[in-house]
Structure formats: structure tokens, C-alpha cells
């Protein structure tokens, strides 16, 4: 195990004034503290904290965060405190460790959920302090190097994890050397074998490989001294393996196939003489058609500059060469610790006012507006993994997005209410539709109106987490003021029957005891609760006023609007269930005009007296109603579901008819609940109400009675 000398040592060689006091007692604590215990290696865990400082100094962060790197499982492991570290060393140092300790606190049972969570709080975290982060990609990055000791299950598992979300992390945070020793450890426990095979394959051309770099190497000083550039720094490093096998298909391709392993990177003073060597380099060896990318005029999200080309080198092989500045390779390889700003002793370093961290802000603000671990999660891997697309304002302003990106997600990215008013988009000066994907390079103008609101189709293709947290949170908030409004209503005409005015009930004494009856907080909940007909406003009422005797009050619904609920059939099916707005626990009637079936597109319509009745969106009564009255509605059929419908087949007056029907429904798998047959002269007409699972079954068994000989047309009945 390293002494401490050895990382001092290592911080004064960036931090030389540094008062290193704090890192030494931080250290001496740590032994203390883990003294007896081991990791499942049998090692000293403490070897563990001092790693992590190691990999620490190697980003070159403060003494504050080296020392809590020695400290950072401290407050977990033993009995010591977060506050007795604020005591025995500072506040700076406790909040962060405090920070790292919080991001493994609670224990889920469900694995996304429990990722989940985390990483929201690793968001939340890092809002406040990134050094947060830098911490726990070092833990992270340790522990995947000592993995060897832990069950296989528990090994694919971590592994997965430190490559969909850890190893972009480290990219996204422009830690390219971390990033790269997280994926190929992950890459060795997801896929031992390929890892293996690999690591055989370039094992056994290294010293070809080494004879092939040094030649390269020398070539291209001596281009650079050829182009005046004698002070350039030119060195060659083998592709990481993970990145081989990538370049491979996922091991699809034959590695003999894959020639550009080998990477090159020449430094040079400034930006004028990176554009001079690679007019050097695209002049000697033939340039590869688009292989050639410019991160210094368009930096990458993480502020990533170099020239990247590939070329045909020496041997005619491909090599891929990288060219930059000194201070752009510290960039590369530092990544955000060498732009940090520290503020004065005892702050926290915040990012909220970093340009460069825009993708942690959308990913912060995504977080809160997430419906469920799943979603959220998903978004993680997007916004995390995806290559960026580079486009333009009409005023040459610079907005970098996911591939994939829309127009509809460069107006969320212009500015909030932009997006919400958006009503088209003109790319390099054409009209295109909103679902248009953006191409790097694109000059993207968004067309607005102030009278405009996002559409729900809208989710349906946009993809940055900021774009569909905000169209998502602009609906809910539309949606909740709609059904607080129908909410109102159904109260006012309820109460009104009970001779009671709605400011009566709100003032009431009674109120509050029978809001916490119903399990509302408050007014205004009850007002939504009602509007999506979570609540009863007949029942509110009669609770509220149990002597007052109600008028009669006809219904707002006519007799073709008379309802029924899905059933469950004899082979056990459930019952299919509505999500409004993203609730499914809303309780909702099924209309009998036109017997929604799951699978059918379905609108809510809020009536008097009736809540929420489920429409097929094309019934004539969802055109006839009040669009305010209108709720978005989805079928939910998780576990399995039932629904009642009529089928009516009209068939030949023949013996055998009955039987060969009712087999047909029991070959689909259908539950035949009653039937009525009638006749015709020779002529029948046959009425099934049968319970079907989803439209498509429905469907399914339609076309089966169409093929029976003696059937001359099916149908399903609406009303």
C-alpha cells in the first residue's frame, strides 16, 4: 500500500503551495478508523480510501476532496459521524463525504427503482458540489478493479451498471483515461470470453503493434519538424479494448478487419499551428472520406476540443490521428477538475452557473418531472450515451443536442416558452415537419404564436429529457386546471341540489373532517379529485350536509349514452383498466354507444352525475361534447384483461351454425357470455356478448367467423 508521503508527493506536483496538514490527519484518521477490517479480497480496507485518493490527485482536485476521498467511507463503515468529521477536519471536507455517503443510504428491493434513486440523488449531489461525483467514479472505478472477489451474479450486475451509467458519466465529464478503464473492466465481466478472446488477439501482435507505433510516431515528428512545428509532442496508444470491440460489432467482425487500433496525438502551442499540422498530415498521408471531425470549432457538450482525422498511414493502414492543444489535452484528460473555479475556503463549489454543465441541469430538472424509475432511467441512458448533433440559431448561436434531436427539442433548448408556442420549424430555410431528426449543421428557425400549447403527439418524438420533462409538466399542469374547472362544476350542481353554494361548502366547519374522510388534503384537491373522478361529488355532498333532502336533477347523458364496466370472463381474466393522465387508479365508466374495447384509441368525457365515461375517440358523442369536458385517456392491460362486446354475425338458417360459431369463439379463446339468436326466414341473426382481451382478439375472432361457410357478415355492435 502507497505511504502518504507518496500522495503528497503526487498532489505538490500540481498543487505545490498546497497546506497538505489536512490531507496527512485525513489519512492518519482513515488508518485509524478501518484498522481490523478487510475487504472480501483479504486485503487492509483501508488500501481501499487511499486508492481513491490516488485516482483523485491523478484529476487533480483540491485537498478538500483528496481528504474526503480518504474519509469517504468513514461515516458508513464505522461508528465515527459526519458531524465529528465536520469537527476533526472542516465543513467543506464533511459536506462532501456527506454527499458520497447519501448516494448508497437507502436499499431498494427492485433494482431500477433502487439505480433510480440513486442517481437522482448523485444529481441532486452534484448540483451542489460535482466533487461529489469526481469521488464516487474513483470509488466506482477501484472497486470494478477488485471485482474478481464478489458472486458472478453480483459481478454482471455492477458491470452493467458502471457501463450504462458510470462510464458516461466519466465521458460526459471529459475523463476520457476513466472512462476507458470502466468500460474495459465492465466489458470483462459482461463478456468474459470475448474479453478474453481479445485480449489474446492483441496480445499476441503487441510487439508488432509496438515496432508499428514507434515507426508511425517518427513519421509524423518528422512531418511536424518538416511544417516548423519542431516542439510539437507526438505519441501512439493502442485503442482500448472495450473501443476495439465496438469497432468489431460487437465482436461481429473479424478483428484481422479492424485496422485503426492504434491512436495518435500530437500537441502543439495553439489553435493556428493545430490547423497547420493537420494540413501537414491530410497532405502527406490520403485523408479518409468523413472521418474527419472538428471539436475545436464545435466543441463537444463537456468542452472537448481537438482535431480528429483518419488517414491512410504508414503501410497504407488506417490510423486515426488527434490534434491539440496542451490545454486542450489537459482538458482531455482532467476533464472538468481542471476548469474548476474554487471559490474561498469553506464554500461548496457550485455548477448551476456553468454553461458547460447544461446536460447536468436538463438532467437535474428531468429528474423532479420523471413519472416512474423506468422513465427516468431510460432518460439517464439517452442523455448519457447518445452522440450530439451540432446546429445553429438564424443568429449562428451554437445549440448541441442528442443525435436524434427534433425541432421540437431545439425550441425546449432555445428557451422554455419558445418550445411551448412552437408551432413549426424551418431547417436551412425549408419548412419540415416537427418530427424532423436534425442533422449536425442544420440552421434551425422555430416558428411561434403566442396563442399556441404543446401537443401530446408531441411525446412521441421528442427526445432530450429537457424537451419531454417540460411538455410533460405544461400537460399535467393543463390537464389538472382542466379537471379542477369540471371539478367545480360537478361540486357547484351537486351541492346546488342540497340547496348549498360552493363558497358555503368551502367555508363549511364540517370541511375539513370530511375532506380527511375522503383521504383530501384540501379545496382545491377535492376539486381535482372530483374532475377526475377519483372523487364522488354526490357522496362530498351528502357527507358534508347528511340532513339536507336533494332535489331531483336529470342526468346530462341521453339513453345512448347509458354505461357499463368490462367483466371479468370464466377463464379468470381481469378487468381491463383506463390511465388518465397518467393515473390509473381513476375510476371510470365504459360507454355502451360504442363499447370501447382495449386497444380501441379512447377519450375521457366528464358528465354531471357520472364522473369520467370512457369514449372510442370516433363516437359521435366525444365530437358533440364540450372539449373542455375531454380527458386523455389509455388502456391499461398489464395482468391481463377483459371487456365485454357484442358481436352480431348473420348467417345462413342452417343446423350446425350455433356449434360451429361457438367453436370458433373457443378456438380464439374467447368467454361467451350470453347469446341471442333470431331467424329470419332463411336467414339468422346471431348476437354474442363475449369477453375479449383487446381489440386485436376482437379482431381476430371476426375474421375467423367471416371464413365459416354459411356466414354471409360480422360485426361488431356500437351501441
Same mark, same amino acid.
Given at each position: 500500500?502507497?505511504?502518504?508521503?507518496?500522495?503528497?508527493?503526487?498532489?505538490?506536483?500540481?498543487?505545490?503551495?498546497?497546506?497538505?496538514?489536512?490531507?496527512?490527519?485525513?489519512?492518519?484518521?482513515?488508518?485509524?478508523?478501518?484498522?481490523?477490517?478487510?475487504?472480501?479480497?483479504?486485503?487492509?480496507?483501508?488500501?481501499?480510501?487511499?486508492?481513491?485518493?490516488?485516482?483523485?490527485?491523478?484529476?487533480?482536485?483540491? @485537498?478538500?476532496?483528496?481528504?474526503?476521498?480518504?474519509?469517504?467511507?468513514?461515516?458508513?463503515?464505522?461508528?465515527?459521524?459526519?458531524?465529528?468529521?465536520?469537527?476533526?477536519?472542516?465543513?467543506?471536507?464533511?459536506?462532501? @463525504?456527506?454527499?458520497?455517503?447519501?448516494?448508497?443510504?437507502?436499499?431498494?428491493?427492485?433494482?431500477?427503482?433502487?439505480? %433510480?434513486?440513486?442517481?437522482?440523488?448523485?444529481?441532486?449531489?452534484?448540483?451542489?458540489?460535482?466533487?461529489?461525483?469526481?469521488?464516487?467514479?474513483?470509488?466506482?472505478?477501484?472497486?470494478?478493479?477488485?471485482?474478481?472477489?464478489?458472486?458472478?451474479?453480483?459481478?454482471?450486475?455492477? #458491470?452493467?451498471?458502471?457501463?450504462?451509467?458510470?462510464?458516461?458519466?466519466?465521458?460526459?465529464?471529459?475523463?476520457?483515461?476513466?472512462?476507458?478503464?470502466?468500460?474495459?473492466?465492465?466489458?470483462?465481466?459482461?463478456?468474459?470470453?470475448?474479453?478474453?478472446?481479445?485480449?489474446?488477439?492483441?496480445?499476441?501482435?503487441?510487439?508488432?503493434?509496438?515496432?508499428?507505433?514507434?515507426?508511425?510516431?517518427?513519421?509524423?515528428?518528422?512531418?511536424?519538424?518538416?511544417?516548423?512545428?519542431?516542439?510539437?509532442?507526438?505519441?501512439?496508444?493502442?485503442?482500448?479494448?472495450?473501443?476495439?470491440?465496438?469497432?468489431?460489432?460487437?465482436?461481429?467482425?473479424?478483428?484481422?478487419?479492424?485496422?485503426?487500433?492504434?491512436?495518435?496525438?500530437?500537441?502543439?502551442?495553439?489553435?493556428?499551428?493545430?490547423?497547420?499540422?493537420?494540413?501537414?498530415?491530410?497532405?502527406?498521408?490520403?485523408?479518409?472520406?468523413?472521418?474527419?471531425?472538428?471539436?475545436?470549432?464545435?466543441?463537444?457538450?463537456?468542452?472537448?476540443?481537438?482535431?480528429?482525422?483518419?488517414?491512410?498511414?504508414?503501410?497504407?493502414?488506417?490510423?486515426?490521428?488527434?490534434?491539440?492543444?496542451?490545454?486542450?489535452?489537459?482538458?482531455?484528460?482532467?476533464?472538468?477538475?481542471?476548469?474548476?473555479?474554487?471559490?474561498?475556503?469553506?464554500?461548496?463549489?457550485?455548477?448551476?452557473?456553468?454553461?458547460?454543465?447544461?446536460?447536468?441541469?436538463?438532467?437535474?430538472?428531468?429528474?423532479?418531472?420523471?413519472?416512474?424509475?423506468?422513465?427516468?432511467?431510460?432518460?439517464?441512458?439517452?442523455?448519457?450515451?447518445?452522440?450530439?448533433?451540432?446546429?445553429?440559431?438564424?443568429?449562428?448561436?451554437?445549440?448541441?443536442?442528442?443525435?436524434?434531436?427534433?425541432?421540437?427539442?431545439?425550441?425546449? #433548448?432555445?428557451?422554455?416558452?419558445?418550445?411551448?408556442?412552437? @408551432?413549426?420549424?424551418?431547417?436551412?430555410?425549408?419548412?419540415?415537419?416537427?418530427?424532423?431528426?436534425?442533422?449536425?449543421?442544420?440552421?434551425?428557425?422555430?416558428?411561434?404564436?403566442?396563442?399556441?400549447?404543446?401537443?401530446?403527439?408531441?411525446?412521441?418524438?421528442?427526445?432530450?429529457?429537457? #424537451?419531454?420533462?417540460?411538455?410533460?409538466?405544461?400537460?399535467?399542469?393543463?390537464?389538472?386546471?382542466?379537471?379542477?374547472?369540471?371539478?367545480?362544476?360537478?361540486?357547484?350542481?351537486?351541492?346546488?341540489?342540497?340547496?348549498?353554494?360552493?363558497?358555503?361548502?368551502?367555508?363549511?366547519?364540517?370541511?375539513?373532517?370530511?375532506?380527511?374522510?375522503?383521504?383530501?388534503?384540501?379545496?382545491?384537491?377535492?376539486?381535482?379529485a372530483v374532475g377526475f373522478g377519483k372523487a364522488d361529488a354526490e357522496k362530498f355532498s351528502r357527507?358534508?350536509?347528511?340532513?339536507?333532502?336533494?332535489?331531483?336533477?336529470?342526468?346530462?347523458?341521453?339513453?345512448?349514452?347509458?354505461?357499463?364496466?368490462?367483466?371479468?370472463?370464466?377463464?379468470?381474466?381481469?378487468?381491463?383498466?383506463?390511465?388518465?393522465?397518467?393515473?390509473?387508479?381513476?375510476?371510470?365508466?365504459?360507454?355502451?354507444?360504442?363499447?370501447?374495447?382495449?386497444?380501441?384509441?379512447?377519450?375521457?368525457?366528464?358528465?354531471?352525475?357520472?364522473?369520467?365515461?370512457?369514449?372510442?375517440?370516433?363516437?359521435?358523442?366525444?365530437?358533440?361534447?364540450?372539449?373542455?369536458?375531454?380527458?386523455?385517456?389509455?388502456?391499461?392491460?398489464?395482468?391481463?384483461?377483459?371487456?365485454?362486446?357484442?358481436?352480431?354475425?348473420?348467417?345462413?338458417?342452417?343446423?350446425?351454425?350455433?356449434?360451429?360459431?361457438?367453436?370458433?369463439?373457443?378456438?380464439?379463446?374467447?368467454?361467451?357470455?350470453?347469446?341471442?339468436?333470431?331467424?329470419?326466414?332463411?336467414?339468422?341473426?346471431?348476437?354474442?356478448?363475449?369477453?375479449?382481451?383487446?381489440?386485436?382478439?376482437?379482431?381476430?375472432?371476426?375474421?375467423?367467423?367471416?371464413?365459416?361457410?354459411?356466414? %354471409?357478415?360480422?360485426?361488431?355492435?356500437?351501441?
Open positions: 500500500m502507497p505511504a502518504v508521503e507518496d500522495l503528497l508527493a503526487a498532489i505538490r506536483g500540481y498543487l505545490p503551495d498546497a497546506d497538505l496538514a489536512l490531507v496527512r490527519r485525513a489519512y492518519a484518521f482513515s488508518a485509524h478508523s478501518h484498522d481490523g477490517q478487510l475487504r472480501k479480497s483479504g486485503e487492509a480496507y483501508f488500501a481501499h480510501p487511499v486508492a481513491v485518493a490516488f485516482l483523485l490527485a491523478r484529476l487533480r482536485l483540491d @485537498v478538500a476532496a483528496i481528504s474526503a476521498g480518504l474519509l469517504h467511507d468513514v461515516a458508513e463503515d464505522t461508528e465515527v459521524t459526519v458531524d465529528e468529521i465536520a469537527r476533526r477536519f472542516s465543513a467543506e471536507v464533511s459536506a462532501i @463525504v456527506d454527499g458520497v455517503t447519501k448516494l448508497e443510504a437507502i436499499k431498494y428491493s427492485n433494482q431500477q427503482a433502487r439505480q %433510480a434513486e440513486n442517481f437522482r440523488k448523485m444529481l441532486v449531489a452534484m448540483s451542489k458540489d460535482i466533487r461529489v461525483l469526481l469521488i464516487k467514479l474513483a470509488d466506482r472505478l477501484h472497486n470494478m478493479s477488485t471485482l474478481d472477489f464478489k458472486k458472478p451474479d453480483s459481478q454482471r450486475k455492477i #458491470a452493467q451498471e458502471t457501463l450504462e451509467i458510470y462510464a458516461p458519466l466519466a465521458n460526459r465529464l471529459g475523463i476520457g483515461w476513466m472512462k476507458a478503464q470502466l468500460e474495459d473492466l465492465a466489458f470483462r465481466y459482461l463478456h468474459p470470453d470475448e474479453y478474453k478472446r481479445l485480449s489474446h488477439l492483441v496480445g499476441a501482435r503487441q510487439v508488432e503493434r509496438q515496432h508499428y507505433v514507434l515507426r508511425a510516431v517518427d513519421e509524423i515528428r518528422q512531418l511536424m519538424l518538416a511544417e516548423g512545428l519542431p516542439n510539437a509532442q507526438v505519441s501512439g496508444r493502442p485503442k482500448h479494448l472495450f473501443g476495439i470491440w465496438k469497432k468489431m460489432d460487437n465482436g461481429r467482425v473479424p478483428y484481422e478487419q479492424i485496422y485503426d487500433t492504434q491512436g495518435f496525438r500530437v500537441v502543439v502551442a495553439d489553435i493556428k499551428e493545430c490547423y497547420q499540422a493537420l494540413g501537414a498530415v491530410h497532405t502527406h498521408w490520403k485523408p479518409i472520406p468523413g472521418r474527419f471531425k472538428d471539436y475545436i470549432a464545435l466543441p463537444k457538450a463537456n468542452r472537448y476540443q481537438s482535431l480528429h482525422t483518419s488517414v491512410m498511414g504508414p503501410g497504407a493502414e488506417r490510423i486515426e490521428i488527434q490534434i491539440r492543444t496542451s490545454e486542450m489535452h489537459r482538458l482531455a484528460e482532467e476533464g472538468v477538475a481542471c476548469h474548476w473555479r474554487y471559490k474561498e475556503r469553506g464554500e461548496s463549489i457550485s455548477v448551476r452557473d456553468e454553461e458547460r454543465f447544461t446536460w447536468l441541469k436538463q438532467l437535474l430538472e428531468f429528474h423532479t418531472n420523471a413519472k416512474d424509475a423506468d422513465e427516468f432511467m431510460d432518460s439517464m441512458r439517452v442523455d448519457l450515451f447518445n452522440d450530439e448533433v451540432y446546429t445553429f440559431t438564424p443568429k449562428g448561436e451554437l445549440k448541441v443536442m442528442q443525435r436524434g434531436a427534433t425541432p421540437v427539442d431545439f425550441a425546449y #433548448a432555445v428557451h422554455t416558452k419558445v418550445g411551448e408556442r412552437t @408551432v413549426g420549424a424551418k431547417v436551412d430555410n425549408v419548412m419540415v415537419p416537427l418530427r424532423t431528426a436534425l442533422r449536425s449543421g442544420n440552421v434551425v428557425e422555430i416558428m411561434t404564436r403566442p396563442d399556441a400549447r404543446p401537443s401530446k403527439d408531441w411525446m412521441d418524438f421528442a427526445v432530450t429529457a429537457r #424537451a419531454r420533462s417540460k411538455i410533460r409538466a405544461y400537460l399535467h399542469a393543463e390537464q389538472r386546471a382542466r379537471s379542477r374547472e369540471i371539478g367545480l362544476d360537478l361540486l357547484e350542481k351537486a351541492l346546488r341540489r342540497l340547496k348549498c353554494s360552493l363558497s358555503r361548502a368551502e367555508n363549511s366547519d364540517r370541511l375539513a373532517n370530511v375532506l380527511a374522510l375522503m383521504g383530501i388534503q384540501n379545496w382545491d384537491e377535492l376539486a381535482v357527507l358534508l350536509l347528511p340532513d339536507a333532502k336533494a332535489e331531483s336533477a336529470g342526468q346530462e347523458e341521453d339513453p345512448d349514452a347509458e354505461v357499463k364496466r368490462p367483466r371479468k370472463g370464466k377463464r379468470g381474466k381481469g378487468v381491463a383498466t383506463i390511465v388518465v393522465d397518467g393515473l390509473d387508479d381513476v375510476l371510470v365508466r365504459y360507454a355502451k354507444c360504442c363499447s370501447p374495447v382495449p386497444g380501441d384509441p379512447v377519450v375521457g368525457v366528464v358528465t354531471r352525475g357520472r364522473g369520467i365515461t370512457v369514449h372510442q375517440r370516433s363516437c359521435s358523442k366525444v365530437l358533440d361534447a364540450d372539449p373542455m369536458r375531454r380527458l386523455d385517456c389509455e388502456w391499461n392491460t398489464t395482468g391481463g384483461s377483459g371487456a365485454t362486446v357484442t358481436v352480431r354475425v348473420f348467417t345462413e338458417n342452417a343446423s350446425g351454425m350455433l356449434a360451429a360459431m361457438s367453436q370458433r369463439f373457443t378456438d380464439a379463446g374467447i368467454d361467451i357470455c350470453s347469446a341471442n339468436c333470431r331467424t329470419e326466414g332463411r336467414r339468422a341473426v346471431n348476437d354474442f356478448e363475449v369477453v375479449v382481451a383487446d381489440v386485436a382478439q376482437l379482431n381476430g375472432v371476426i375474421a375467423s367467423l367471416g371464413r365459416l361457410r354459411g356466414v %354471409a357478415r360480422v360485426e361488431r355492435v356500437r351501441g
